[in-house]
């Protein structure tokens, strides 16, 4: 079946520190990916839609320029969270798609900043 | 309010148990999914449902588009089937996710 691979599970740096999430699709052409936000006990949150070769389109109250997307090819996305503050910490999930097919999630990113 | 209500928010089973999970929205919406998210937090894509009833295996899935609901149903539930189950109503692509569905299915 479609597989999405994310990269990296777990992450624990300093406060400061830009990280950056990977998202794969290994078996389809992504022509969608979604990256999503859960906090502890709580529902995922979309963060943000990207369509493979255009801008992300934010959620309202996602800051575009906190949480950068790149959608350069039908396989990868990567979400970049700079300059990373400790109420950034969170578990970060992307989902990909192929067209209208179902979505198709990544395992998560745990995101723990110091 | 959330616009996707589920219920119950935790619910045990003794292993054999039949189990359903209840799901409410108020949206209009082109998809109903159930999702399956493990203690690591990987998310499994269960069922998308946009009318009917589906089944996989010990799973069922059903959905009343005029009354706004969706049910999903374990049979002959097992321990492995612990998790939490998320109702996610989808517009095109964009989804939003109930709070979900504590499951713990004890030996």
């Known amino acids: 079946g479609a597989v999405v691979s994310q990269h990296p599970s777990r992450v624990i740096c300093k406060s400061g520190t830009s990280v950056k999430i990977e998202c794969r699709s290994l078996?389809?052409?992504?022509?969608?990916m979604f990256w999503y936000r859960q906090f502890p006990k709580q529902s995922l949150m979309l963060m943000a839609t990207?369509?493979?070769?255009?801008?992300?389109?934010?959620e309202q109250g996602v800051e575009k320029d906190k949480f950068l997307i790149n959608h350069a090819s039908l396989t990868l996305s990567t979400l970049t969270v700079t300059s990373a503050h400790p109420e950034d910490s969170s578990f970060y999930i992307c989902?990909?798609?192929?067209?209208?097919?179902?979505?198709?999630f990544g395992d998560g990113t745990r995101l723990s900043i110091l | 309010k959330n616009e996707v209500e589920q219920s119950p928010q935790n619910l045990t089973a003794q292993e054999g148990e039949f189990i359903t999970i209840n799901c409410s929205y108020s949206?209009?919406?082109?998809?109903l999914h159930w999702l399956q998210q493990h203690p690591g937090g990987g998310i499994v894509s269960l069922f998308m449902?946009?009318?009917g009833k589906k089944k996989h295996g010990r799973l069922i899935a059903t959905i009343n588009i005029q009354e706004k609901h969706s049910s999903l149903h374990i049979t002959a539930s097992h321990p492995r089937d612990s998790a939490v189950y998320i109702c996610?109503?989808?517009?095109?692509?964009?989804?939003?996710f109930g709070a979900g569905t504590q499951v713990v299915v004890t030996p």
């Open positions: 949206v209009g919406i082109s998809a």
């Open positions: 996610a109503v989808g517009w095109w692509g964009k989804l939003q």
């Open positions: 989902s990909a798609r192929e067209a209208t097919q179902p979505q198709h």
């Open positions: 078996d389809f052409q992504a022509t969608t």
């Open positions: 449902l946009s009318s």
């Open positions: 990207s369509n493979e070769g255009s801008k992300a389109t934010y």
